[in-house]
C-alpha cells in the first residue's frame, strides 16, 4: 500500500499467476462453510469466497489443494453463489434520493434504511432511468409489505379505529437557521386521526406515543403545485393544522404523492360518514349560540342556552364566504324561497378547525354523490377550497 502511495500519479500493474495463491487466500475446502470466516481468530475471509466464487469440495477427493491438481481433479471445480453482503427488511424502511436533511438530490443514486437503522449505503445507478426503475420497484414492495401490514394490526381494532395509510416522509423543519431542512417522518391515518411519528408504531401502546396528532375532519391537505414548491424538492404536500399552523411535507416518488392524496380523502370521508355532524361554540352578537355542520341537514345555528335554532340552511345554499383570518366567518346563504342572498356572521375561538371542517363535509357530501370522486384529482375542484388567506372559496 505505501509503494502504491509514493508510486505517482500513474501507476503500472504486472499481474501474474502464483501456484501458491489458494493457500495463502485459505479457501473453503466444504460447501457447507461457503462464505463462512475462514480465520476465525480475524474474522476476515477469503476475497474469491466474498465475490461469490467457491471452491466446491468432495470428501471422496483425495487430491491435495494445489495448483497444479485442479484441472485434473472432477470432484474439484468452481461455483457461482450469491452472497450477501447486506440484508435490508423493506418493511416500514424508507428510501431517498436526497442528501440528508437537505433538498440536494443525488444523480442517479440513492440509499435505503431499514426500520432498525441499517442502511445500504449510496446505491449508484448507471443511468436515470436504471434509477427510476429500482426506486419504483422498492417502493412497490414496501407498499405491498406495509398493505399487508395493515391488514394484519386492523383485526385488532375497531371499525372506527381502522388504519387507512401509513409510510414515511420528510418534514420540513420551521427553524430555517437549521443546516438540517427536513427530518424523517412516518405518518399515519387511523380513524379519527392523523398521527406524526419519529419512527412506525410497533405495539399498541406506540400510538398514545406520537409526535403529534390531528383530526383529519379539521385539517387541510394541499398538493403542491411546481409554483408552490418551497425549494428543490418535488412530490410535497401541505398540512394545515387546527390552529392554523403549516407543516410541509416531501415523499420520494410521484406514486407516492398520489398514494397519500386518495389515503387522506378517504380516511377523511370515511370519519364524517362515521360521525355525521359536528357542532361548534360561537358568538352572535355577544350572544353564545352553536353552529352544527349535520352531512344530512346541512348548517343549523342555534341558541346555545334555549336550543332553539336561529336558522337553517341546506349544504346547496351555500354560495360563498369569507373569514377574517382570526375568528369571524361570514356565510352568504341563497334563500330557497325568494332566491336572495342572505349574510349570516358568526364569530369563532377555532376558526381554522371549523373552516376545514366545513371542506371536509363537502368533499365527503360530493364523494357520497359521487363514488368515483374518492380518491380522484378533482378534490380541489369539486370541494371548498382556500384561496389566499383569509378566504374560503367554493366552486362545483
Aim: aromatic share 10%.
Amino acid at each position: 500500500v505505501q509503494v502504491l502511495r509514493n508510486a505517482g500519479e500513474e501507476v503500472t500493474l504486472t499481474v501474474s499467476f502464483l501456484k501458491r495463491a489458494p493457500a495463502f487466500l485459505k479457501l473453503p475446502l466444504n460447501e457447507d462453510c461457503a462464505c463462512a470466516p475462514s480465520d476465525q481468530s480475524s474474522g476476515t475471509s477469503s476475497p474469491l469466497c466474498d465475490s461469490g466464487l467457491h471452491l466446491n469440495y468432495h470428501p471422496n477427493n483425495t487430491d491435495t489443494l494445489s495448483c497444479s491438481s485442479w484441472p485434473a481433479s472432477p470432484g474439484l471445480r468452481w461455483e457461482k453463489r450469491w452472497c450477501d453482503l447486506r440484508l435490508i427488511p423493506l418493511l416500514h424502511s424508507r428510501f431517498s434520493q436526497y442528501l440528508p436533511g437537505s433538498d440536494l438530490c443525488r444523480q442517479n443514486a440513492f440509499q435505503v434504511i431499514a426500520v432498525d437503522g441499517v442502511c445500504s449505503g449510496i446505491i449508484q445507478c448507471l443511468s436515470a432511468e436504471d434509477c427510476i426503475d429500482w426506486l419504483q420497484a422498492i417502493a412497490s414492495n414496501i407498499s405491498n409489505l406495509t398493505k399487508h401490514n395493515i391488514k394484519k394490526i386492523n383485526r385488532n381494532f375497531p371499525v372506527n379505529q381502522q388504519i387507512v395509510y401509513m409510510g414515511w416522509t420528510e418534514e420540513r423543519e420551521q427553524d430555517s437557521l437549521q443546516d438540517r431542512m427536513y427530518t424523517p417522518k412516518f405518518l399515519a391515518l387511523r380513524g379519527s386521526s392523523l398521527y406524526k411519528f419519529i419512527a412506525p408504531p410497533v405495539t399498541t401502546w406506540d400510538w398514545t406515543r406520537a409526535e403529534k396528532t390531528f383530526s383529519v375532519y379539521e385539517i387541510m391537505c394541499k398538493i403542491l403545485k411546481d409554483s408552490d414548491l418551497l425549494d428543490r424538492r418535488k412530490h410535497c404536500f401541505s398540512v394545515q393544522s387546527e390552529s392554523g399552523e403549516d407543516l410541509f411535507f416531501s415523499v420520494e416518488l410521484e406514486s407516492d404523492l398520489t398514494l397519500w392524496e386518495k389515503a387522506f380523502q378517504t380516511a377523511t370521508f370515511l370519519e364524517v360518514e362515521r360521525i355525521q355532524c359536528k357542532t361548534y361554540a360561537c358568538v352572535l352578537e355577544s350572544h353564545l349560540m352553536g353552529l352544527t355542520i349535520d352531512f344530512s341537514m346541512g348548517f343549523v345555528c342555534f341558541d346555545a342556552a334555549t336550543k332553539a335554532v336561529l336558522w337553517r340552511y341546506k349544504f346547496s345554499q351555500l354560495k360563498g364566504s369569507s373569514d377574517d383570518g382570526k375568528s369571524k366567518i361570514k356565510f352568504l346563504f341563497q334563500n330557497q324561497d325568494t332566491k336572495q342572498i342572505e349574510a349570516k356572521e358568526l364569530e369563532f375561538s377555532n376558526l381554522f378547525a371549523v373552516l376545514h371542517c366545513i371542506h371536509s363535509f363537502f368533499a365527503a357530501k360530493v364523494a357520497c354523490l359521487d363514488p368515483l370522486y374518492v380518491g380522484s384529482q378533482a378534490t380541489a375542484s369539486a370541494a371548498p377550497t382556500t384561496s389566499g388567506t383569509g378566504k374560503l372559496k367554493y366552486t362545483t
